[in-house]
């Protein structure tokens, strides 16, 4: 593995060499170049330019999200992120439980597993049991913009930053007044969407308050989906220095399971709803800035797993129930104590867990309940993260963080890596970073397999990267070669030391792979770009495709807003045992005319080639899709 290293950082310096050699023979590229000033957090806890950070950061911004024109901010991700992978089952809706969609993969790894981190405003989501993220809740028409980190987070995020980070940024509008936004449509399977939301700021006050409904009947029988739900937001700026905001916001949906086509399954139901709550305070100095956020996330599930009538079952006398909470405080500052240097320093405390059981519902056993857990756990952490300019075109950074959980024990988290910043826009980067998850209350007490003896799972990254941006002619490609060497994946198992099943520490991870991506903005008007990820597992996981290609263009000019993109992927895994792999193009487009100042009419079609493809093994995806309605802003 080392040589494989040592060619690919002689393949990248020859690259920059070329490059450099190239730009210098064109005039175009002259020392008023200069690269696209943009700012992320979540890289950093605080704002900061990405060229800095020796990680992997992508960013999707609001004019990208209300492009798409998706109520579902994944898709998206799936889209335009190079190594970024969501399953899907269906027009609209994930759902949860067996059969469910909306697992989110980053070089292989699956975030229904817990190994990939979603963050709303820094702040994380996921089910306090089950541990995994809930994809019906991350929805377009609250974010701003979303930030993805594609590998290991955990010296800043901790348990389940593993593979990578997803932030959503909520939106808050910088410039005095009142602005609203109405999105609705209609489309094919009685599919609605229906969004309103409105910002308001005055002076130092800023508001965001919104609400959503969509519903389809899906492409399938018993394959129903509903979902309402709304956020508030506000925010005070006491002065230059300090400012606070709070933040609140729930969704209830209501999802149809129908089993696979082979076995279809009746009365597969699921009522859940979700919701989260934070409290912020920052401040920003000139050599010193930091907060301290409070958040609370609580869900509610009600699940009939239905029962199978090709094989004489009958319906189930039970319904499995739980409650689920996660709270935390986390606390940051950082600090420059002289020119070209910062650290950071920070403490996180978690509490997640719940309680879930069977409840009865038979004349028989009407009332009547049974446990299956009742538990929470604790996860303490400190860290420190240093970041260092060597003149104007190295920046050297490193941190670790000590994380201890109240079952598993302590965690020590390092990470490490150089940026170069060269001429003409050029960056090099690279990097080598510890991930980790630690087990989750299902996997320890619920269900015959579970094993309170589990040790938390971790994995090292190595990448280096080499980027250009040319804002003389709107030109921006990259390129990163990653490899990942994980251990202690928990698997089920046969039990050793008896009978029967148990989850065990006995998984690894050998993924290694490139990501590619190029955007062009050929004139005001029109645009293109592209992306593309390549990724080789010696241990495969369904739901990683090998290759993943998209191409897209644009066109903006006067009333008109039209895009296109097609995305071909190949060899993904739907199945492992037995091997069962899927290769499908999908060709999908969006269109607007501004009809009036204020009101916009938009039309997008999905699968247009009417491919036949699975996603989820016996699960076929829809055909062709289209749907039109309004935008009205005021």
């Known amino acids: 593995m080392s040589k494989k290293f040592v060619l690919l950082f002689s393949l990248l310096g020859w690259l920059s060499g070329y490059t450099v050699k190239a730009a210098e023979k064109d005039s175009i590229y002259s020392k008023q170049d200069k690269v696209l000033e943009e700012v992320v957090v979540t890289?950093?806890?605080?704002?900061?330019?990405?060229?800095?950070?020796?990680?992997?950061?992508?960013?999707?911004?609001?004019?990208?999200?209300?492009?798409?024109?998706?109520?579902?901010?994944?898709?998206?991700?799936?889209?335009?992120?190079?190594?970024?992978?969501?399953?899907?089952?269906?027009?609209?809706?994930?759902?949860?439980?067996?059969?469910?969609?909306?697992?989110?993969?980053?070089?292989?790894?699956?975030?229904?597993?817990?190994?990939?981190?979603?963050?709303?405003?820094?702040?994380?989501?996921?089910?306090?049991?089950?541990?995994?993220?809930?994809?019906?809740?991350?929805?377009?028409?609250?974010?701003?913009?979303?930030?993805?980190?594609?590998?290991?987070?955990?010296?800043?995020?901790?348990?389940?930053?593993?593979?990578?980070?997803?932030?959503?940024?909520?939106?808050?509008?910088?410039?005095?007044?009142?602005?609203?936004?109405?999105?609705?449509?209609?489309?094919?399977?009685?599919?609605?969407?229906?969004?309103?939301?409105?910002?308001?700021?005055?002076?130092?006050?800023?508001?965001?308050?919104?609400?959503?409904?969509?519903?389809?009947?899906?492409?399938?029988?018993?394959?129903?989906?509903?979902?309402?739900?709304?956020?508030?937001?506000?925010?005070?700026?006491?002065?230059?220095?300090?400012?606070?905001?709070?933040?609140?916001?729930?969704?209830?949906?209501?999802?149809?399971?129908?089993?696979?086509?082979?076995?279809?399954?009746?009365?597969?139901?699921?009522?859940?709803?979700?919701?989260?709550?934070?409290?912020?305070?920052?401040?920003?100095?000139?050599?010193?800035?930091?907060?301290?956020?409070?958040?609370?996330?609580?869900?509610?599930?009600?699940?009939?797993?239905?029962?199978?009538?090709?094989?004489?079952?009958?319906?189930?006398?039970?319904?499995?129930?739980?409650?689920?909470?996660?709270?935390?405080?986390?606390?940051?500052?950082?600090?420059?104590?002289?020119?070209?240097?910062?650290?950071?320093?920070?403490?996180?405390?978690?509490?997640?867990?719940?309680?879930?059981?069977?409840?009865?519902?038979?004349?028989?056993?009407?009332?009547?309940?049974?446990?299956?857990?009742?538990?929470?756990?604790?996860?303490?952490?400190?860290?420190?993260?240093?970041?260092?300019?060597?003149?104007?075109?190295l920046t050297v950074n490193a941190g670790v963080r000590a994380d201890y959980h109240s079952r598993v024990g302590l965690e020590w988290i390092p990470q490490g890596g150089v940026a170069a910043h060269l001429n003409h826009g050029i960056e090099l980067k690279a990097s080598a970073s510890k991930g980790f998850r630690y087990p989750v209350l299902r996997e320890m007490y619920m269900f015959p397999p579970q094993n309170p003896d589990l040790k938390a799972e971790s994995m090292w990254n190595y990448e280096i990267a080499y980027s250009q941006h040319l804002t003389g002619i709107g030109l921006h490609y990259g390129i990163n070669l990653f490899y990942i060497d994980g251990k202690n994946l928990i698997m089920t198992l046969p039990n050793p030391n008896g009978s029967g099943m148990l989850n065990q520490n006995s998984g690894k991870i050998d993924n290694a792979g490139c990501e590619a991506e190029v955007r062009y903005h050929i004139n005001k008007a029109w645009s293109v770009e592209g992306n593309y990820s390549y990724l080789h597992m010696k241990y495969p996981v369904i739901s990683a495709p090998e290759h993943k290609l998209y191409v897209g263009g644009g066109y903006k000019q006067g009333r008109w807003n039209v895009s296109t993109g097609v995305q071909y992927v190949n060899g993904l895994y739907i199945s492992t045992e037995p091997v069962k792999k899927e290769s499908f193009v999908l060709w999908n487009a969006r269109a607007s005319f501004r009809a009036l100042e204020w009101l916009e009419l938009w039309l997008k079609g999905d699968n247009l080639l009417c491919w036949k493809y699975e996603i989820l093994d016996s699960y076929p995806m829809p055909l062709a899709t289209v749907m039109g309605g309004v935008n009205i802003r005021f």
């Open 43 to 393: 890289g950093a806890r605080s704002q900061i330019d990405p060229r800095h950070l020796s990680q992997t950061i992508s960013i999707v911004d609001k004019v990208k999200i209300e492009d798409g024109m998706s109520n579902s901010l994944l898709p998206l991700l799936s889209e335009q992120i190079p190594g970024v992978f969501v399953t899907s089952r269906g027009v609209m809706g994930y759902g949860v439980s067996t059969g469910a969609a909306g697992g989110i993969s980053v070089r292989g790894l699956a975030g229904g597993s817990g190994r990939m981190l979603v963050l709303i405003d820094g702040h994380p989501q996921y089910a306090g049991i089950f541990g995994h993220p809930i994809a019906d809740i991350y929805q377009s028409y609250w974010a701003e913009r979303v930030e993805i980190i594609r590998g290991p987070a955990s010296v800043l995020y901790g348990s389940n930053a593993m593979g990578g980070v997803i932030n959503i940024v909520t939106k808050k509008h910088k410039k005095d007044g009142v602005y609203g936004h109405v999105h609705a449509g209609y489309g094919m399977y009685n599919t609605v969407e229906a969004e309103a939301s409105t910002e308001i700021r005055h002076g130092k006050w800023w508001s965001a308050v919104g609400a959503s409904y969509n519903r389809t009947d899906g492409h399938r029988a018993n394959m129903e989906f509903e979902q309402y739900g709304g956020y508030a937001r506000t925010g005070y700026q006491f002065d230059q220095h300090w400012n606070m905001h709070l933040d609140v916001n729930a969704t209830h949906f209501n999802a149809s399971y129908p089993g696979t086509v082979d076995v279809p399954l009746e009365d597969g139901d699921q009522e859940i709803t979700r919701g989260m709550a934070s409290l912020g305070v920052d401040n920003h100095y000139a050599y010193t800035s930091g907060g301290m956020s409070l958040f609370y996330n609580w869900g509610k599930h009600y699940i009939n797993d239905g029962y199978i009538p090709s094989q004489n079952e009958q319906p189930l006398d039970s319904r499995f129930n739980s409650f689920d909470d996660m709270m935390g405080i986390s606390v940051y500052q950082t600090a420059n104590f002289f020119i070209g240097n910062r650290i950071t320093a920070g403490f996180d405390w978690f509490r997640y867990g719940g309680k879930a059981w069977n409840s009865y519902v038979s004349e028989e056993k009407q009332g009547e309940k049974t446990e299956l857990v009742n538990k929470h756990e604790n996860e303490w952490a400190g860290y420190v993260e240093m970041r260092q300019e060597i003149g104007r075109w």
